[in-house]
């Protein structure tokens, strides 16, 4: 049924209610992806890992990877997005990377269980911050 939304326990789907309590965080360190073979992946600290068939994506902070010799092209940020929304939510990363794209800012978006974490450009993080707040307020 257009224009409905559920909430549970875990998390509503209604996209301006999510907007009204985004509330992010910026963690603190630096984050990279690195490209490895599954069972390098498990011997590794990730932050997140992704198996593809090309290889495994795991996400490292950027002091891990350099202990280890692992290159890296991207240097992030990471925004984790504390409203709790559902996994079932239609148009939440949708509307948050437009406003980061209005602003000139790429985003690579991880989905968690409980909340969805943004990897931004490390010099463009603050920047994101404000661009996620002012969507946050205009909402509310």
Do not use: C, K
Not at 41 to 56: H, K, N, R, W, Y
């Amino acid at each position: 049924m257009a224009g409905s939304h559920r909430a549970s326990s875990w998390g509503t789907t209604h996209v301006p209610t999510i907007l009204r309590s985004l509330e992010p965080r910026l963690h603190p360190g630096e984050f990279v992806f690195v490209s490895v073979q599954p069972d390098r992946a498990s011997q590794l600290d990730a932050m997140a890992t992704i198996v593809e068939l090309e290889g495994t994506t795991v996400v490292l902070r950027r002091r891990d990877a350099d202990a280890e010799f692992l290159p890296y092209d991207f240097v992030a940020r990471w925004i984790t997005l504390t409203a709790h929304s559902s996994l079932e939510t239609v148009g939440l990363t949708a509307t948050i990377s437009v406003a980061l794209a209005e602003a000139g800012i790429s985003s690579n978006v991880l989905a968690g269980f409980h909340h969805d974490h943004l990897l931004v450009p490390g010099h463009q993080a603050e920047q994101a911050m404000a661009v996620l707040r002012e969507l946050s307020r205009e909402e509310g």
